[in-house]
């Protein structure tokens, strides 16, 4: 029952896309009062190659996948990729074509079908983990191997019961009722009982959590399965130190051989970092061009009268690679023998007067749309610290130095999350730690907008922690 559902779900994701494409095609073509030439032949022609456009897309890019660990997220992005191919083939169709279509047609029935589409899409899904999670169309599953691994598999399991599956048992050499009272789970037999329990319940897949030293057990387990139609699954014996950590495993292969990697980086993409890059120059010109050359001798004569000293400071901090570069900064102290080793605090008596209000809007931060320019830094990444702090921290924040795998920002995740100011306390710095960490391993050009979005309306509404 449940495999057959299953595969009606691709059917049904389809056929209610399919639904909407031709609707939003006739509510463009009533928008701009074109209704009339519904039967006109270029219409109709149209009509059938966005169809088939559609189906063509949808099947090779397996945008109805029936992944029951999807996160909505995942699948808006999925279908946002999906759409903006669509959007150029079907651009490169009008081009070849000499049929003269609407462009304002086109582009409002791509508008419609793409807010009806993710929005049936979204609904679909919710309401499939919310009928999964009260214990409908779920999959029978056995866990081969008693041990932390598989414990901590089973954990992730009964907390997600939208993904829809049941556990029917384990199954290790033993004494079952030994390792039940060791581990809590429910030990149905041994290693020789696997098969004849799997085809007596009917069990649609096999998560082997055996060590890879029981090669033989688990080739054995891999032909049953292909031979009884069941999937099976390995669950790597290092899984359980990732356990709540929220990491996302990437595996890259070296010919045929699987290499596993810890930490997803988007940024190591080329094709991302040079997005990233010509943001950051652009950004950077428009910001020094536009704001930087009219303030700069404002700010400049404000701190010349209230302090004796330089207008902008410079200090070493340490950037991408663990690399030490020069950053700048307007200066918002008194000249002081200790600003590399002591950091700023609330109603510290080295801040002048001038140096309250640029700490208070971030503008003692604008000389560092130079490093951007340079290349020393970038507009949105982890806060570079100062040589003494980075040493420090590196010896007692877990993953510290994580952060220095991309550049350091002028503004970040964990400042538009309230962790900026003073760092004295390792909680936390922890917390920035773990921010720029996620910020490292989900960049998107789409997130780095948004930051700097909140840092502009945290610069306007006030931030407890400037200072």
């Given at each position: 029952m449940t495999r057959r559902y299953s595969q009606f779900l691709e059917l049904i994701y389809l056929v209610g896309d399919i639904i909407l494409l031709n609707t939003a095609y006739l509510i463009g073509l009533v928008v701009i009062d074109r209704f009339d030439r519904v039967f006109a032949n270029p219409v109709i022609n149209l009509m059938v190659v966005v169809n088939l456009v559609w189906f063509f897309l949808t099947k090779v890019t397996q945008y109805y996948e029936n992944n029951r660990l999807l996160t909505l997220d995942r699948i808006t992005l999925k279908f946002l990729r999906v759409v903006a191919m669509f959007i150029l083939l079907i651009a490169f169709y009008e081009l070849l074509v000499k049929d003269h279509y609407s462009r304002q047609?086109?582009?409002?029935?791509?508008?419609?079908?793409?807010?009806?589409?993710?929005?049936?899409?979204?609904?679909?899904?919710?309401?499939?983990?919310?009928?999964?999670?009260?214990?409908?169309?779920?999959?029978?599953?056995?866990?081969?191997?008693?041990?932390?691994?598989s414990v901590d598999f089973a954990r992730q399991i009964s907390d997600h019961d939208e993904y829809g599956y049941r556990i029917m048992g384990?199954?290790?050499?033993?004494?079952?009722?030994?390792?039940?009272?060791?581990?809590?789970?429910?030990?149905?037999?041994?290693?020789?009982?696997?098969?004849?329990?799997?085809?007596?319940h009917n069990i649609d897949e096999i998560y082997c959590a055996l060590e890879s030293s029981r090669e033989e057990i688990i080739t054995d387990l891999i032909k049953f399965a292909d031979d009884h139609v069941m999937r099976i699954r390995i669950v790597p014996e290092f899984s359980h130190y990732l356990y709540g950590q929220a990491k996302r495993l990437n595996i890259e292969y070296y010919g045929n051989m699987p290499v596993v990697t810890f930490r997803q980086e988007p940024l190591e993409s080329l094709g991302n970092r040079a997005v990233k890059r010509s943001f950051d120059f652009a950004f950077s010109v428009f910001v020094l061009v536009f704001v930087f050359s009219w303030l700069l001798p404002i700010i400049a004569i404000a701190i010349k009268i209230t302090s004796k000293g330089p207008v902008f400071f410079k200090q070493k901090r340490t950037g991408e690679n663990n690399e030490i570069f020069t950053c700048y900064k307007f200066r918002t102290m008194q000249v002081n023998e200790v600003a590399?080793?002591?950091?700023?605090?609330?109603?510290?008596?080295?801040?002048?007067?001038?140096?309250?209000?640029?700490?208070?809007?971030?503008?003692?931060?604008?000389?560092?749309?130079?490093?951007?320019?340079?290349?020393h830094m970038s507009v949105v990444g982890p806060r570079p610290h100062m040589l003494k702090h980075t040493e420090e921290y590196s010896k007692i924040i877990d993953k510290f130095m994580v952060r220095h795998l991309i550049k350091p920002g002028i503004t970040g995740?964990?400042?538009?999350?309230g962790y900026r100011g003073d760092t004295t306390d390792p909680r936390l710095m922890e917390k920035r730690?773990?921010?720029?960490?996620?910020?490292?391993?989900?960049?998107?050009f789409l997130l780095d907008l948004k930051i700097v979005f909140l840092t502009v309306w945290n610069m306007v509404r006030g931030d407890k922690n400037a200072f």
């Open positions: 047609h086109l582009m409002v029935t791509i508008g419609v079908f793409a807010v009806l589409s993710l929005i049936w899409r979204l609904t679909l899904d919710t309401v499939l983990k919310r009928y999964r999670a009260a214990g409908y169309n779920y999959r029978r599953i056995i866990v081969v191997g008693v041990n932390p691994t384990f199954f290790d050499e033993g004494d079952p009722a030994a390792m039940e009272m060791q581990y809590n789970v429910d030990v149905q037999g041994g290693i020789a009982d696997v098969q004849a329990f799997a085809i007596r590399d080793a002591v950091q700023a605090t609330k109603n510290d008596s080295r801040i002048t007067s001038i140096g309250k209000v640029l700490r208070k809007t971030n503008m003692d931060e604008l000389p560092q749309f130079f490093n951007v320019l340079f290349g995740m964990a400042q538009v999350k730690v773990q921010y720029d960490v996620w910020y490292l391993e989900n960049w998107s």
